[in-house]
Antibody
Framework: QITLKESGPMLVKPTQTLTLTCRFS??????????VGWIRQPPGKALEWLAF???????RYSPSLGARLTITKDTSRREVVLTVSTVGPADTATYYC????????????WGPGAMVTVSS | DIQMTQSPSTLSASIGDRVTITCRAS??????LAWYQQKPGKAPKLLIY???TLEGGVPSRFSGSGSGTKFTLTISSLQPDDFATYYC?????????FGQGTQLDFK
């Protein structure tokens, strides 16, 4: 049974760096083809894809957030970490991590989400 | 980058209705297209992948079709549990992209 769960601060001040952790079970990032992505959703708005990491450490990022995003993995600990630097009010959102079974696949399992508010 | 556009943005319907939501891609995505259902306060749920393949456990009243740049999600007979927001997503290449969503509410 695949599960994912996001964790991180609920409140972050503007200009700070936001660090979110996705802890998962039921699959391994040692397995060829498997990946984990991050998606966010501002209150009342649409889903926005942010970043993705493959089992082989190949990483992809949303061009709109540019160098503000960093995604890493700790395969043995079954964790994927997303950092968002220099946050502002527009980064207020629910952040989701999600599992991808193989290359070119949909997100079949999602975490429940972590709500983050950026405010001073 | 590929942009995804859904229509309509809001759809009002009744129990038993047949409803169709359209998703258009700004470039050819072949059939690398997924549909998700999201209810308030919950994570999205995968309904359909590869444009027309039903995810396990999803009721057969849901169906998807299309290829290239135009796709549709059809619910053959609306049930109370189907009132939610629906998103399409292309995964043909990075950056992945979602549509802006279609909110399906009760007429």
């Amino acid at each position: 049974q695949i599960t994912l769960k996001e964790s991180g601060p609920m409140l972050v001040k503007p200009t700070q760096t936001l660090t979110l952790t996705c802890r998962f079970s039921g699959f391994s990032l040692y397995t060829s083809g498997v990946g984990v992505g991050w998606i966010r959703q501002p209150p009342g708005k649409a889903l926005e894809w942010l970043a993705f990491i493959y089992w082989d450490d190949d990483k992809r990022y949303s061009p709109s957030l540019g160098a503000r995003l960093t995604i890493t993995k700790d395969t043995s600990r079954r964790e994927v970490v997303l950092t968002v630097s220099t946050v502002g009010p527009a980064d207020t959102a629910t952040y989701y991590c999600a599992h991808q079974y193989s290359i070119r696949d949909a997100f079949d399992f999602w975490g429940p989400g972590a709500m983050v508010t950026v405010s001073s | 980058d590929i942009q995804m556009t859904q229509s309509p943005s809001t759809l009002s319907a009744s129990i038993g209705d047949r409803v169709t939501i359209t998703c258009r891609a700004s470039q050819d995505v072949d059939t690398w297209l997924a549909w998700y259902q999201q209810k308030p306060g919950k994570a999205p749920k995968l309904l359909i992948y590869k444009a027309s393949t039903l995810e396990g456990g999803v009721p057969s009243r849901f169906s998807g079709s299309g290829s290239g740049t135009k796709f549709t999600l059809t619910i053959s007979s609306l049930q109370p549990d189907d009132f939610a927001t629906y998103y399409c997503q292309q995964y043909e290449n990075f950056p992945y992209a979602f549509g802006q969503g279609t909110q399906l509410d009760f007429k």
